[in-house]
């Protein structure tokens, strides 16, 4: 994989990407670079309302595009700081984004985060998805590794600016994304000149806390809006347990799921099902697995303080002898616009942590 990373540098340069060398993809609009997290994280911010992957001359300079945007933002990791967060505003999807062209756009993208730029990725928040996305997600998420797609947090539409805000300073996230600041510039120069331009304006801040280095992937939380099967894969270190989230919409009629264990090492698993305020983010712990395996053991185990839960079964021993476990529930009318957390509690475990890879598919009207 090195040496592979090696010969694409070589071949793409980009710590030399001029913009004639991307003159469609550079003034589309599409990437910008936009401030930094609280943890420190460089931000990106993806306008998918302005792509269109038919005006590009070739995919060669989609390639360069996207090196040149991930190099300028690696260069803005300050001390400490291993990861960026890319937020997909993705309102404007229409049928261009589903043409061949888009589809080795899309691929393209995800091979050059994962091969070239690996583990640099700390949380991709897809935001504001009209319905079309479930088909896109189906398109690209094959391409994603497990680790990776753990990252992706499909924020439920109209829930932009509450998840964005949790990461994200409001005087440093975009007005249009529901912060304070405005519209970051779009780059226009030489990707060197470009750096060296900021680093005379900005200092770059330091790592503040645990997820400018792994990550804010403390739990991962999935859209019940609309039909679509969503894959990835968790660690839970020993003695916690990790709250999968399902935001429960006037429309969803059912979430089923399947999972298994790598080593087909036994762990608790159970469900419930809260109200929309007791959606409650756990702290992520300064030990968490690279997956996502973050948690706080009670904050996973029962609901918010003071929110009502109104359906739970209570987690039970694993056994994968015979395979992977699966299961399913039909949505209840009282529970739109609450919370299924799907609970794999490895609280009784001393010394292993358990690896679990899962799927799971909502089915919405």
Sequence with gaps: M???????????KPWAITPEMIPNALPSGVWRWAGHSKSGMPVLHVDCENWKPSDYYGVDEYIRYIAYLLEGAVARMGEGVERIIIIYWIPGLNMEMMKPRASECAKVLMKTVQD?????LGAAFTCNAPALFAAMWRM??????????????????GQAEEALLKYIDADVLPSALGGKHDAYPLPNKPIQEEITDFFKETKPPAASNVNAIIGCTEQTVLNGGMTGSYEGFITVRPGYSYSLQVHLEDN??????????????????????????????PKPSMFGGMGGGFGNPAAAMIAAKGASLLMQQEPEPQDFSTG??????????NWAKGTLNLIFDNTAARFFSTNITYEVSVEAE
């Excluded at 592979?4 to 793409?12: G, P």
């Excluded at 690209?140 to 990776?148: E, F, K, L, R």
């Design 140 to 157: 690209v998420s094959p391409w994603i590794d497990p680790v990776t797609k753990a990252k992706f947090q499909i924020v439920p539409k």
């Design 252 to 281: 969803t009629k059912a979430i089923s799921w399947s999972f298994n264990e790598k080593k087909g090492r036994e762990f608790n698993f159970g469900y419930k099902v809260t109200e929309a305020q007791a959606a409650a983010v």
């Design 324 to 333: 992977a476990k699966s299961g399913k529930v039909e949505v209840q009318t």
């Design 2 to 12: 090195a040496l592979n990373s090696v010969k694409w540098r070589a071949s793409v």
């Design 116 to 120: 070239q730029y690996p583990e640099r």
